[in-house]
Every structure is written in C-alpha cells, then in structure tokens.
C-alpha cells in the first residue's frame, strides 16, 4: 500500500516534469499569457490590463483593477468563499445547548 | 382480400387502458369486497367488448392505430391492432373473464389473504397483456413486456411462504434478465434499421444486414421472448412460479404470461425478422430444433411429476413449443396453426387449471396421487377436465385437434418429417400424462367419505364453460370469433411477404 | 541544454514541493500532518502560478509614471497574480473548515491519529 | 431587464438568500426556513424562465463588470446550462421542502447556519453551471465544495471524519484543476473557455497540453466520484445528515460531471478528446468499471444510505459512460441520466430520510412487513425508484440507459452494452433485497398480528416530507413518459458543437 | 473561552500595538489602488488586532473590543455592500457589477470605476474581518473545556 502510495506521487512528478519540459521559458516576455493577441487573434488579456488599466479605471495598481474591476465577480466568488468558512465554521463549531 | 388499410382509432387505447383505470378504484374499495370484486368484473367486460369490437375491423384487414406520444426521438409509443394481436387479445380478454368470476371463487373460498393486492395486480397484468398485443412497435412491446413482468411479480409471491418467495425469486431473475437481453436487442435492432415498427413479412426485410448481426440480434430477441415462452432451457421458472394460487397459473401461465412470450416469439419471426431472414440464414431450423427438443422433454418430465398443478406446468411448455415449432417451419398452415394453437391450448389449458384449482379449494389435494376417485365428488369438474385432456391429446372434437392438425398439414408442406414425428410423439405423451389422471378419477376407488362435494358454482361454472368453449371451438374453428379464419389472415399476411 | 536547465529549474522546484504535499497528504497517519500536506500542496500550486508567469527585466504591475502603460513588457503579468490572490483566500477558507472539522473530530473521539480513529469510529 | 441579467440571477438570488438567511435568521431563527425556501422557488421560476427564454430566444452571453469574454468573465446561459440549472434547482426545492422536519429533529440549534450553508452549496453550484471562464469556475466549485464538506460534517458521530477526508480528496482534485489550469493558461494565454477553444486546436500535441488535460479530468473525476477516485463519497454520503445526502447525491457530483462536459467538449474541442488524446475512452472505461463496481459494492451493504451511496457511484458512472462515448447519443444518454438519477435518487434518499425519521434507523435487515403497513406512501414511492434504478420501462430510469445503450451499439462498444445492461440487473438484486424485506417479511413480534391491517398505527411521516417523496415519484413516471419532449425540445439543442 | 496572559508586559505591549495595526489596516484597505495591499489584506490585518486582543487579554476581555454576536452580522454586511453595489449597477441598466452605471454621475469615467472599486473593497475588508474573528472565535470556543 506505501510502495502504491510512493508510485502514485512518483508518476505524479515525472507527469509534471514531462509537462514542465514543455513549458516556455520561466520569465520569457513572449510567452502566450503574456502576448498582447493570442494565435486565434483575440486579446491577450494580461496585455490588456497592463495597457489599459489606468485609463479604465484611473488606478494605478494593475491587480486592484483586476482584482475589483475586471474580474471583481472573481473577487465576489473568493468573499462568498471566506464567508462560507466562517459560517461553517458557525455551524460546525457552535456548542449545543445540551 | 383489400389491402391492409389502417385507421386511427383509441379502442385500442382504451382496451388496454380500462383494466388499469380500475386499478386505483379497487384500491380504493379495499374494505368493500363486493364493490372491488365489481369492479374487476366490471372492466373484464368491457375489456372484452372493446376488443371484439375490433374484431370486424381486423377481419376485414383494416387496422386500427393510435400513436400517443414519442418516447424515444424517431419511436412512438403507439398501439396498432393488427389481426394478430385483435387475435391475442381477444383470447387474454376473453378468458379474463371466466378468471375474473373464477378467482372470487377461488379467493374467497379459500379465505386468502391480501385480496385487493391480488386483483390490483391481475388487472395490471391483463392491460399489460392487452399492450404487449396491440404494441406497435419492438419498444412499446418491451414496454408492455416489462410491466408484465413486475405486475406478476406480486401474484407468483402471492402466498408469501418461504417457497413462494424463492419462486418468485428465480421469476424475476429469469425475467428480468430476459428483459435486459430484449432490450439490448431492441437496441440493436433501431442500430441497424432505423425503425421499429413490426411489420408482416418482416422488419429486416431488404435491409442489408451481415450474417453474423442478423444471427445475434435473432439469438437476443429469441433468448427475451424465450424465457416467457418457456423454450427448454429457459424454462425452469414456470414450475417453480406454480406455487402462484391456481387463478393466476390458469390465466398467467396458461394465457397472459406464457402466451405473452409464445407471441412474442411469432412477433419476432414473423414481424421482425420475417421468413425470408429466418430461412436465408438457417434461423428457422435452429428454432425448431430447440422447440421440439422441448415438446419431447418437457412431455417426458410431465410424466414423472405427481404435483398436479407443475404437471400441467410442464405440459403448458410443451404445448407452448407447438406454437413456436410451427412458427418456425414458415409455411402456411404450419403458421396459422401454430397462431391456432394459442388460443386453443389456452382454452383447454385454464380449464385444467381451473380444475385443479377447484380439486384444491374443495379437498386441499394437489398431488397427482390423491386424486383417486375425485371423478366421483367433483363429476362437473372432471368431466370437464376429461374433455381438456383429450383435447390436449388432440383428440378430434376437441378443438386441440384442429391445431394439431394444421400443424401437422404445416409440416408435410414443408416436407419436414421429423417434426411430423415430434407432433404425434408430442401427442401421445400428452395422452399419456393426462389420460391416467382420467382414469384415477372415474375408475380407482375413493378413499374417505364419499358423495357429490363441488366447489362453489363461482368455480365450477367458469371451468365447464371454458371446457365447452374448447369443444365448441373444436367443432366449429370459426364459432362466434372467427379465430379460424383470423389466423389464416394472419399466416398469410405474413408468409406471403407482407401483402395480405 | 543549459538555457533548457536556466529556463526550467524553477519549475522543478515547485513540482518538488507539489509531490512532497501530495505525498504527505497520502502517506501521513496524523491528520493535522495531512492538513500540512494540502497545505503545502495549495501552496505549490499557487507558486507554480507565479513562478511561471515571470517575466524578466520587468517590474511590479503598479502603474510607473515614469515609464507609462503603452509597453506591455515592462510590467509582469497582473493576472496570476490577481487569480493567485482568491486562491489564496480560498486556500485559507479550506483550511479555516479543516481546522473546524479537526476539532469536532477530536471533540468527538479524542485523537487524530487515523489507525486509532478508525478503530474508534466502529 | 430581467431577460438581460437572467444568467447572474440565478447564483445572486442563492447569494443573497445565504446573506439574509444568515444575517436575519441569527435573531429570528424561524424566518431561515421560509427564506431559504422562498429562495429556491424563486431560483426555481428564473431557471424556468430562463431555460423558456434560451429555448425561445437563444443562448445568452453575459458580460460581468461589462467586460467583453476575454478581459472581464462570461456568463454563459446556453441550453445545456439552463437544463442544468433548472433540474439542480427543481431537486433542490424539493428536497429544501421536506427538509424542515428532518433539519429540526437532526440539528435542532444549528438551522439557520444549516440554511445559509445550503445556500451557499447552491450558489456555488449553480455558479459552476453558468460560468463560462475557467478560473471563475473554480471559485465557484471551491463555494460548492466547502459548502458540500459542512453539510457532511454536520451528521452521525463519524460525520466529521467522513468530511474532513472528503476535504483532503476534494481540495487534492481542486487542486487539480487548478494546476492543469495553469498549464492551459500558460499555452493558451486565456481563461475564457469559448476562447481557450479557439486557441486550443492548434496547440493539442504539446504535452502541456496533454498533461493539463488530464490534471483536469482526475481533478474532476475527483470530485464527481469516477471509479478509482470514489473513496470519499460512501462515508460521505452514509454519515451526513439525510437532508444533506438528499442534496449531494442527486446534484453534486452531477455538477462535476457537467463540469467534465463543458471543459471536455466545449473547452478542449470535441475532435481532440476523441482521437488526439483519447482521454474519452479512458472516462467511458473507468465508468464501465465504476458501474459494476458500485453495483456490487451495493450488494453488500446492509444500510439503506450506505447502499444509495454505492448505487451512486454506479450512477455517476452511466454519466461518465455517456460522457466518454462521446456521440450525440451518448451525450443525451448522459445528460437525461442525470436529470434522471437526479429525481430517482433524490426520491431514494429523501425515503431513506422518511424511515429515520419514522423508525429511527435505515438498517436494511431489520426492515420488515410493519414498514409497509406504516409507511405505505413512502414504500410506494420507494418501489416506483426501485424500479426505476433497474430501469423497468416506461419509469425514467429506463430511457437513460436505452440511450447509452444505443450509443454504445452505435460504435459497437460491445463490453459497455453489456454493462449497462448488467447493471440493470445487479441494481434488481440491491433494491430487491429491500423490496422483499419490506413487503414481504413477517415482522418478529410477541403476540403474531394477521390480518389487521387497520389495526397497525400509521406512523407515514407529515405532508411536508411525504409530498416531495411522491412528487419525486410521480416525476421519475412522467419523465419516462415525456422523456422525448426533454431530449428532443433540449437536450439535442444543448448538443455540443463538433459532436 | 480563553483566560489570556498573566504577564503584564505582553498585554501593555499588545495595546499600545492593537491601534496602530488597525490604522494600518485601514491604510492598507484605501491604498491599495496604488501600492500593494487592498480589501483582503487590510481586513485580515485588522482581524488580526482584534485576535490579538482577544489572545493576550482572554476572550472575555476581547469582547469589549468586539462583541463575539456582531461577527456573523458585519460579515453579511461586508457581503452586502459588495454584492449590492453589483445589483446596484444592474438596477440602474448595466452589467452586473459594472461601476459604470453607479449612480454618480459627478464622477467621469474612471473615477466611476476607482471608486466602484474602493467601495468593493470596503466590503470585502469589512467580511474579511468579521469572519476572521469569527473563525478564531468558532475555533476557540469550548477550549477551556476540552
């Protein structure tokens, strides 16, 4: 069961280093998430933002945009997320009245 | 004969409908015997009467069809009354009635538990039955075959002994399996031809199918019906389901279920696969083989049982592969005998089991060996069963014979011997499984009291009526149903390729 | 092989430190050592995201007056970041439930060792 | 303006029932129920018109923030979404409707935070179903989960353990999905699926790619309970509480099926999960394996939740089959087997809830005649499941598994005919065994009772649990009939493109 | 219940602490549209002072500060104000969290949207707070008695 255990995280990790192998460049400004359009001609996201986050929203900090503005419905997700956990925390952890 | 001309008509609809409108009304009347047992006999008629009135029709070769919805894209739900099933019907929903008079009899004089259960069932079972006739299509017939299946169910544990729970145990696993494997052909067979209506002479005709698909599909679809047609070795469920109260035997085992499969199995040569398939690719003889195969053995185990009513088990599966062998020898006559041979076995079979049924409630005998001298106490019952039983010998007024003798006309055209032989030896060894009960009847001697003790005449007017029908159908094939000359329409329809 | 080697190494280590979770969270009889796997595991994850989405010889994406938006290539990718940021809460939240579920756990049957809480649980 | 915003809705009415539920109900506790409820119903009509109107009008893209797809998130209201939508809401409310009873008994001080909780699944889940962006997707399946793990946690005495594993397995397959997202990204440079599936086609063969695939699929193999990655869910669904199993199993691993669904074919392209990387197959294998796994396993269970649990993971695996067949056919024998094992299971473990509620145990060995005669609504609604699950036509059971089966025998897949077929019979064992117990078995008593049916107390559970089981039932019935309505006015517009 | 620290120094020093990391944690909250730092951080440092307060001065103390009973309440109300400014913009005619159609048309287009933004951040530092403490009190509660 260990030796089962042992070979699952092994072919794991030579999955992901097959993978890595595949991987641009760390730090290659070319790379596609960084591109300004990607192969199928939409925009590149990432580029976007950079571009145009100031003018959006008059805000210099990239990720504050994102984070509230572009994808501030991410941000609602990941406040739902922290509130569920407090609440469960409420549910589980509330002592009964015995 | 006018070509086929079909109609649209809800009678077929509301046939199959009626029984099971009256379910929830007895269900209702749980507390009010009579008020139930009305209802039963209530929807038993009018049952009869919406399918007699379709009988005309069906003579003159026009159909009548009701589509109701799709359950499956490009498959209807649809019912059609073609002359086979008006025929089948006609012969479920005809001899319901005589069951439905004969289980309060029955029922009552045994002071059986669970009442309303058990008419509930029967009359899902018989709208089942009337469904599986008037299916239109290979999945309206599984269907229907399937609730079948699960409406029985209830009716075969009915005693809820240890015994009968274990019977209905191997019921359900035979049948269901048998259902899973229908499906599958189903299945199958929309894959390959895009369409499931039956169609006389045949639904795979000029589709160009490979030996070997043509081959499985027919092994799956004759496995599905075979287990309810009780083929030899499929059958080992019918014996055991006999600890069923004898009501249900009589009309289950001897029309609605069995008969079921027995029509299921003339569905799929005729309608499905249709005899140029079945003989091009040497279907026909294989099914023969196995039929009779199984009229010789499961004769020669009927002669080795005492218990009465799983005698008459045993008989019931071989008389059930008449049908089925003169299906499979393809001719005319062979055919419209075999569809004869329905109605007729299950005429003289309910009558038997009517009898045995009533031999139970009045002396709690059920053994073959006991009956000594019962033709002395009970002279109405066995006279009656004395004429089923010739009858089943194929005895000449009796209306087995005209069957028999189609069959038999059946296979000399087809210039088959060997069946031949297999429908006399049949015979005989039905005489003789039947004969000495006969004869321990009237000429042994009773033990105990003696004197004229009949059941209820519940019982034992339903049985001598049913015996009559026998004799009267034997003497005159076409009396009051035409079923003669039904069955002739319906051979020829299908052997002459689908152009009656 | 050596710009393959330069390129690729820091991949590596975060594959190290995602089979070393992965592997705690199988291997571990103590819960809260469990607990620590997924934490870690969470965590590699979350660096995969940024160690992958570098970009050199550029800067923090907060605006520089100085330099402008215009050229793309001067700030790193915002949006890992930004995605890295809920996954972090998120992470956070699991653990939160975890460390609820923990103690009902040890309320309850009055250990996190696992052999021991399944011979407890019967 | 309804019309408009119709996608977000959806998840909005969920958020804010959790919000008021939990924020009024700490004073009131007996305004959560009503809320809650109301919710639902409401969550229930705009899925309704929602599904109408994407029928009528078709698929509706939404812009959160106003951003177009590839710079803010999509909403995406496509027919199959709005399928899922409505069948997610319906169970919901009806199993939110017989809840209240049960909630009171089984967790008496802790309803409104039980309340908001179950708010919060559903947001979640039906966040999943809407979003039409990768990383979005896994914030709402991270809703969804954490929500998934406290409704097991707050159950019988071994409910936590069962939960806290079910979070280790459930965050490893979040996880998952994440890593294999970001491979994607790193490729493709997009989050939004529609996008992804442009960009994708010309990248298949990088084993980025590939692995990134694949990380997604285990991650959500994960989380729907696919073969040799179920070992959370029996626990789970055994110790929770009977209205939570009432809400997980028929919905929740559906939900990660769908995701499997959107993902495979919609994001990744259906040519490619097919042929290029035969992931497909893979799925429909795992899930033949799982359907006779979970049926045996099935077998052998002596408690009426455990044995549901198992049966589930047969169940997820009719899915998987249809999913991994990848051909129309199997697509909508996937998808109305979810709607279909939706309505059956529901209806399964809500009468597994009547009998605790009624005996106070769902041990199937001790279940005898008495059970019958008490509960006769109850047992009946359980029969027209039972049967069902074997797939006795005309009950909605049996057309799920006709489609699979045509689809099958349309590639001549032979083996997965047969296990299709097989199941129904295993399945005919399980539920037989319960069904003979309750129906036919003498109850062990001192003083032998025959014949006094009247005499035997009925102890049918009240109206409000009794109405949703037979509602559920009467369903399973209807859907078999209209079946064909379903597939042909939804489920083939809901066909993937390329399928 | 927790009793808190016996030690003098400790609790001097975590109150001469507490108010500087709550206006920290407010800076960090409004500043983050130019430095790192926003919604999520800010609220989790201002959480932190109140468990601080509540760990070296015991929970009976802590709630002096911060009533145990107000934490489910803020943290909805955090949720709301983020999730209302969102319906906000919808009932006026746009997207779902689109700032543009907040109704302020004093401000032009970016100015919208910086502020749809810090108000979203209020909100999501207010929830963060609140469920901070109370996941620290939900995880607390009943240690005493273990």
Known sequence: MRLFRLLTVLSFGALLLYAASGLPDRGDPDAPPHRVRSIAGSLGAAAYYIQHAQSDANTPNIVTVILADYRSYDTLGEATVIFTAGIICFLLLKRQKV | ??????????????????????????????????????????????????????????????TAEVRLLEISPGIDFALRADPFGVFFALVASGLWVFTSFYSIGYVRGLNEHKQTRYFASFAVCLSATVGVAFAANVLTFVVFYEVLTVATYPLVIHKETPEAISGGRKYLAYTLTAGVLLIAATAWTYQVV??????????????????????????????????????????????????????????????????AGVFGVVRVVGFVFGPSAMSAFGLSTILAIFAGATIIIASLLALSEDNLKRRLAYSTIGHLSYVVLGTALLTPASFAGGVLHIANHAAMKITLFFCAGAIYVNLHKENVSELDGIGRAMPWTMGAFTLAAAGLAGVPPVNGFVSKWYLGLGAIEADAQLPLVVLLLGGLLSAGYLIPIVYRAFFRPMAGEKGTREASALMVVPLVLT?????????????????????????????????? | MIDFVIGHYGYWFVIALLTIGLWGMLAKKNLVKKLIGMNIFQASVIMFYIASTTKW?????????AVGSADATHYINPLPHTLMLTAIVVSVATTGVAFALLIMIYRRFKTLDEPTLLERMK | ???????????????????????????????????????????????????????????????????????GIEYVLDPLAAFFTVVIVGIALLVLLHARIVVERELPERSVAYYAVSMLFLTGLSGIIITGDLFNLYVFVEIASLSGYALVAVGEKQAPVAAFRYLLVGTIGASFYLLGL?????????????????????????????????????????????????????????????????????????????????????????????????????????????????????????????????????????????????????????????????LMKSCLFLVAANVRTSIGHSTIPSFDDSLRRQMPWTMAAFSVAALSMIGIPPMAGFFSKWYLALAGIEQSQWVFVAVILASSLLNAVYFFRVWERVYLRRPVEKHPVVHSESRIESREVRPSMLVPTTVLAIGILAMGLLNALVVELIIRKAIPPGL | MTLGSDSPIIVLTARMLAPF????????????????????????????????????????????????????????????????????????????????????TWLDYPARHSFGILIVEAGVALGVTATMILLYDALIEGRADD
């Open chain 2, 1 to 62: 004969m006018s070509p086929a001309e079909t109609y649209q008509s809800v009678v077929p609809l509301f046939a199959v409908l009626v029984s099971l409108v009256v379910v929830p009304l007895i269900l209702v009347s749980a507390q009010r015997p009579n008020l139930r047992e009305s209802w039963t006999i209530g929807a038993s008629l009018a049952k009869f009467g919406l399918v007699a009135s379709l009988l005309p029709h069906a003579l003159a070769g026009r």
């Open chain 2, 194 to 259: 895009g369409d499931l209506d039956f169609r006389a002479g045949g639904l795979l005709e000029g589709k160009s199918a490979s030996v070997e698909t043509v081959r499985g599909l027919f092994l799956l679809f004759i496995l599905g019906v075979g287990v309810k047609a009780a083929i030899m070795p499929l059958h080992s469920w019918l014996p055991t389901a006999m600890v069923a109260p004898t009501p249900v035997s009589a009309l289950l085992h001897a029309v609605a279920v069995v008969k």
């Open chain 2, 467 to 500: 015996a009559t029908l026998s004799v009267a159908l034997g003497l005159a094939p076409n009396l009051f149903v035409h079923l003669h000359d039904l069955a002739m329409n319906i051979s020829r329809s299908v052997i002459d390729g689908g152009t009656p």
């Open chain 3, 57 to 65: 010889n550029a800067t923090v994406p907060i605006i520089d007056p």
């Open chain 4, 1 to 71: 303006m309804i019309q408009r915003n119709l996608p977000v809705l959806i998840p909005l009415v969920f958020l804010f029932a959790s919000l008021v539920v939990s924020g009024f109900g700490i004073w009131k506790r007996q305004l959560a129920y009503p809320v809650a409820l109301f919710a639902t119903a409401l969550a229930f009509g705009v899925a309704l018109f929602g599904l109408q109107h994407v029928l009528t009008v078709g698929s509706i893209s939404y812009r959160l923030g106003g951003w177009s797809p590839p710079i």
């Open chain 4, 182 to 342: 970001c491979f994607i990204y790193l490729e493709s440079g997009s989050l939004n699926m529609a996008d992804v599936a442009k960009i994708l086609p010309a990248l298949h063969s990088k084993p980025t790619v590939v692995v990134g695939v694949l990380l997604i699929v285990v991650g959500m193999g994960i989380k729907m309970a696919l073969f040799p990655m179920h070992g959370w869910l029996p626990d789970a669904y055994t110790y929770a509480a009977s209205t939570s199993s009432a809400l997980l199993a028929p919905i929740g691993t559906k939900v990660a099926a769908y995701v499997l669904v959107r993902v495979l074919f919609f994001g990744f392209g259906v040519e490619y999960v097919r042929t290029e990387l035969p992931i497909a197959d893979v799925i429909s294998w795992l899930s033949a394996a799982g359907i006779i796994f979970g049926s045996v396993m099935a077998m052998a269970q002596l408690e009426m939740k455990r044995m549901l649990a198992y049966s589930s993971i047969a169940q997820i695996g009719y899915v998987g089959l249809g999913i991994g067949l990848a051909s129309p056919l199997g697509f909508i024998g996937a998808v109305l087997h979810v709607l279909n094992h939706a």
């Open chain 5, 21 to 104: 990391i709550q206006l920290f944690a407010l800076y960090v909250v409004s500043h983050g549209h130019y430095s790192p730092g926003g919604g999520f951080q800010g609220g989790a440092m201002f959480a932190a002072s109140v468990v601080l307060m509540r760990l070296v001065a015991g929970s009976a103390v802590g709630q002096v500060q911060f009533k145990s009973l107000w934490a489910v309440p803020l943290a909805v109300f955090g949720m709301f104000v983020y999730a209302g400014a969102g319906l906000l913009s919808m009932a006026m005619g746009g997207h779902y969290l689109d700032y543009d159609f907040l109704p302020m």
